[in-house]
């Protein structure tokens, strides 16, 4: 019995991941493209324990009971099953990232678990195999096996979706600006929305195009650190998901009121020279990306309209390792 502990961070994507092709085998419909964040990173400790009769689960220091421990749960089966470990497990995991606000909280949370889960059950994995692990716990988690810009390459299969790091340690001085502008759950998962998004949406064979002309300009942008097209293609590919939400059938957004206040300043903040550039996920929390230059004047506006206490600053940051 060894316990093992991994921490993950989370990241944002910039080509976002929005439809699955298989949601068994968590096959997306296209690739996308993220950066992995310093700020926001989840520490999890595995244990199997013969003397168990079913797996406890802690997250957060509260034990949860079935329904909610049911996707950790299916996660231990698929390491059981690759490892051949057959007894219950000790899982605790806690999670330094807003939960459920849209600062996707399960990237970080299985890619730790990938780590600390198949560990503990006697595997050693190479990163590959981690993110493919990963993947079958939530789809952004394949990514935050890695550090700095990543790509998670669709494949079409089981071995050949992945992700493959771009460039895992980022000599550029650029930043994301989090405004946490609503901390609550969010109404409809990712899961819901992204499946709603792919069977009603009339836009989404568009999206499919969308996504691939993105990374082929977005990956030169980021090698070259040409920050102006990397914000133009991440600002309209995130505009172009929740256009996906708007055309879903029944339609539904995740933005609200502050969302649109933050998305006008940072347009106005352009246009004073401020270079910045938002996304956001499924949920309301606008993260604008910007150069360490400019982050006092673009962090002291958001302070001013949101509270200070709702801006939070992060760095690339790296990826999966084992603190024990
Ligand atoms: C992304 N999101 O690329 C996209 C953009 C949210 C918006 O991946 O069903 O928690 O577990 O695979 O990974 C959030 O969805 O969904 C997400 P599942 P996941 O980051």
Redesign the pocket.
Known sequence: MTAVTARAHT???L????G?AD?NL?L?QTS?L?LTLDQFYTDTTVEFDPRLTHDMVRINAQLLAAPASQ?VVDFLNIVREQSGQSAFAHVTSVNHVPTAA?L?S??SA?AAMAGAASRAAGLELTPRALSRLA?R?????T?SIYGGFVE?QAGSDDHTSLAIPLQETVDWPIAVVALVLDPHHKRI???QG?QSSVTTSPYYPAWKTVVAQDLATIKPAILHQDFSTMGEVLESNAMR?HALTLSAQPPYSYFNGDTLRAMDTVRVLRQAGQECYYT???GPNLKVFCQTPDLPTITQKFAEQFGAEHVIVAHPGPGLRFLS
């Open positions: 990241n944002i994507a080509v976002k991941y929005w699955k949601p968590m997306p996308s993220s996707k849209g996707a399960s990237a299985f993947r716990g939530s789809g952004s988690a990514r998670w998962s990712s899961r992204m998901m956001l996920d499924a």
